[in-house]
């Protein structure tokens, strides 16, 4: 069997979608399982090829990427989503994310880029471009968007969350696996699983990008 990552390209624009194909199979350690020009298609090609990672396009016809994403994700979690879009403004970002994109990236990214991408969600870490996250860092600053209303904890912390969980918390937001969490704060790897367990039920979160997602906007990030 071949230990390459398998990735399925979609995107709208035909010229865009088959420039992604040729640049990544020029890429080691990558293997294009197949390409869809809309959501749709998509969805009913993941079910088909099951690719370890969709490089996904946000605006396209029938369905967008966003819907194509938490459908993708819903019916099939260990299929990783990197939403590779020229748009980088916050509704598009956070819809994305809270879909269950793990990789956010704008159209100007490199080969090199991607590669650090598709690898990092693979590892399961999240990789955003430095323009999203600046967005976030700005979201936080200036309260917006808004999210439900949190209640803060005993400690001043959101939804209840410990001390402890909300250092796990900004690990995973510095794109820490939970190998390397577990290292940094000198504790195993099952203990730093029960923590991102808890913090994920208390703050109603279903993966690692939406927990970055929630860390900026709480100001937890380190």
Known sequence: MSDKTRIMVVDD????????VL???????????????DGERAVAMVAELRPDVVLMDLRMPRMDGVEATRRIREAHPDVEVVVLTTYADDESIFA??????????????????????????????AQLDPAVQRRLVEAV????????????????????LTRREAEVL???AAGRSNAEIAGDLFISEATVKTHINNLFAKAG????????????????AG
Do not use: M, N
């Not at 035909?14 to 992604?20: A, P, S």
């Not at 990544?24 to 390409?35: C, D, F, N, R, T």
């Not at 209303?149 to 005993?154: A, E, K, L, S």
């Open 141 to 160: 600053a200036t309260g917006e968007p808004r999210g439900r209303q949190d209640r803060p904890g005993r400690d001043g912390l959101p939804d209840g």
């Open 96 to 125: 994305a994310l809270r879909a269950g994109a793990r990789g956010y990236l704008t159209k100007d990214a490199g080969a090199e880029e991607i590669a650090r991408a598709v690898a990092a969600v693979r590892g399961g870490a």
């Open 170 to 172: 900004a690990l995973i």
């Open 23 to 37: 640049l990544l199979e020029l890429l080691p350690g990558i293997e294009v399982a197949g390409s869809a020009g």
């Open 13 to 20: 624009q035909t010229v865009v979608r088959e420039g992604l």
């Open 205 to 220: 979160l279903r993966d690692r990008a939406q927990a970055v997602t929630y860390a900026f906007r709480h100001g937890l």
